[in-house]
């Protein structure tokens, strides 16, 4: 006999009525939940706490529906089974499968909601909260000194002892402030062509009792942070060459900040996930390892260039700013000039101790030593015809930024032991233990044309010397993983909600009791090995080994193994139960 209208309804109203109350109930406890990591790494203010918990209640309503629902029919049938409902239902010819049906319908149709949430809705909202956590980089800078005294940045790590905000008055507007006290920051140089890109070789050193690193927006919208010092100090890790440490360094930077919100899948809606999978190449995490390697090459060849100008027959290179300055490097005989880590470096030849310590000799040797004494790394600012200024130094040290977006390199080129020449009586001021002058020059031609090799030539050998081809062969897989790992994950999570009340309805008839503590303790079990074996299944299909020989195999069919095992169980289960009850 098949159930009536009346009694169909009235179980649904209690399944949909207890439904509603634990899923609110779940999505509250598991929102307040998720503000305890941003409250207590990032500091949040009273504003951004009632926007994340705006913003997460929708997820966290979502990821509720399985366990609300099996909760739900557990308690439901559990009671009807209780009050001898069930056996009265059986008495006037009712099937137990007849019963479950309101079971069935309600499990389909937050089966069909928690899809077009995990599409759409949960992407959106998780979005916005991980934008207001990350909203205030300075705060966020601040807060991970203060917890464990370092933060990296690339191939930077900032260390201090304490970091804090300046007063909002004292800073202009767009620009964010962190001081710093005691800072120390180490550059790292990252040997291309080593499978290990963790191996890292610290290169030179800043310091300083107290500095303010200054955070702004770049032309294309992208963080930058430049620290500035009162009374710093800058000195490499081989103490070679004419300077070994330079006092009164004043600037660190610029160096990009990479963005706290870091692509991610869970971002996604199904168009996105359907394009990125279509079309990996424009990922932002692949697009980003490219335009590493090819911000490696501009870097490289624009060295390279100055590099063989100076030290050729001319032994001087000019750079053209876009304002018509003028600025002319140039070297004496003798002076060392060598790449190394980014960075071009000149350094002038030692004096002997003799020479130093102002010995007699002959006139020639007297010369000889008074040369090497000298300052023969020379730049001259000419605006129009006029030389404003020239600077004379011991040792010098040029970096440059490719900048795609304004066709410009940023230059930064440190003169270490140097003086200036200039003014009315053409005297030479006190030396300085660094003078840095940083200008832009536009991008050469042949820079720009690299910007046009396609992303598979990044994998080549002919790119063997760009970056480490690992990484990138490596991301390209990570990429494809997630995108199919976090399309099952949403299908096998939404699937679990009619799975999950199909157990709910038979372990509720079975152990026949309506009792709250008893449907949690029969609901939990069930629910906790499908979400497990889903997250597991995720974190499997991300897990590409770095090192991949010929034999190595792919994780991502294990992986999505594992995401649909719980439901496969689960449904076993179900049916294996509701079969013997209708036997019974």
């Not at 928690?114 to 909203?135: C, D, G, H, M, N």
């Not at 800073?171 to 920051?185: A, F, H």
């Amino acid at each position: 006999m098949r159930i009536s209208f009346t009694l169909s309804r009235y179980i649904f109203k209690d399944l949909f009525r207890i439904f509603m109350m634990a899923s609110g109930a779940l999505a509250g406890i598991m929102s307040f939940g998720g503000l305890l990591r941003p409250l207590t790494q990032q500091g949040l203010d009273g504003a951004q706490v009632g926007q994340l918990l705006t913003y997460f209640t929708p997820a966290m309503t979502a990821y509720s529906f399985p366990i609300a629902a099996l909760f739900a029919t557990t308690m439901v049938y559990g009671r009807l089974s209780a009050d001898n409902e069930l056996t009265a239902c059986r008495a006037a010819g009712i099937s137990l499968v007849s019963v479950a049906i309101p079971a069935f319908v309600l499990g389909a149709i937050v089966c069909v909601i928690s899809l077009l949430f995990l599409w759409f809705v949960v992407p959106a909202f998780t979005l916005k909260a991980e934008k207001v956590i990350y909203s205030n980089i300075a705060k966020l800078v601040a807060n991970r000194i203060d917890r464990t005294h370092q933060i990296p940045f690339g191939l930077y790590t900032v260390f201090a002892q304490d970091a804090y905000l300046p007063a909002p008055e004292t800073m202009k507007r767009g620009e964010q402030q962190v001081v710093l006290v005691g800072p120390t920051i180490v550059r790292f140089d990252r040997p291309y062509g080593r499978d290990d890109w963790h191996y890292k070789v610290p290169r030179e050193f800043w310091t300083a009792s107290q500095a303010t690193a200054h955070i702004v927006e770049r032309e294309d919208g992208k963080p930058e942070l430049t620290v500035r010092f009162g009374d710093g100090v800058t000195f490499p890790r081989e103490f070679k060459g004419a300077v070994t440490a330079a006092v009164g360094a004043t600037q660190f930077g610029p160096v990009p900040i990479k963005s706290p919100i870091e692509e991610n899948t869970k971002f996604m809606n199904l168009q996105q996930l359907r394009e990125v999978y279509a079309s990996p190449h424009e990922s932002r995490k692949i697009q980003e390892k490219v335009e590493e390697f090819l911000r490696f090459d501009q870097e490289h060849a624009y060295l390279a260039a100055v590099r063989d100008a100076v030290a050729g027959p001319e032994r001087s290179y000019v750079f053209q700013t876009p304002t018509g300055e003028e600025y002319v490097l140039s070297c004496g005989e003798g002076v060392q000039v060598a790449e190394k880590g980014g960075e071009l470096i000149l350094v002038a030849p030692a004096a002997p101790a003799a020479a130093a310590d102002g010995a007699g000799g002959s006139p020639a040797a007297r010369r000889a030593a008074a040369a090497l004494q000298s300052r023969p790394i020379r730049v001259q600012r000419v605006e129009g015809a006029r030389g404003k200024a020239v600077y004379e130094a011991r040792e010098a040290r040029l970096r440059v930024w490719p900048r795609r977006k304004t066709r410009q390199m940023e230059v930064s080129l440190k003169l270490l032991d140097a003086v200036t020449r200039g003014g009315a009586d053409g005297g030479a001021s006190a030396p300085r233990g660094t003078l840095p002058l940083p200008f832009k020059v536009a991008m050469p031609e042949s820079l720009r044309k690299l910007e046009d090799r396609p992303l598979e030539y990044y994998l080549t050998p002919a790119a063997a010397a760009s970056g480490n081809q690992n990484r990138l062969q490596r991301e390209w897989i990570v990429v494809k993983n997630d995108v199919v790992s976090e399309m099952h994950a949403r299908l096998s999570f939404a699937l679990s909600c009619l799975i999950l009340v199909m157990v709910g309805c038979a372990l509720g008839m079975m152990f026949r009791s309506g009792n709250f503590l008893t449907a949690f303790a029969v609901s939990f079990v069930p629910a906790l090995l499908s979400i497990t074996l889903i997250i597991a299944g995720q974190q499997a299909c991300g897990n590409v080994p770095w090192t991949r020989g010929p034999h190595w195999e792919n994780p991502l069919a294990m992986g999505t193994a594992l995401i649909w095992s719980g439901n496969a169980i689960n449904f076993l289960l179900a049916g294996g139960l509701l079969w013997r009850l209708w036997r019974t």
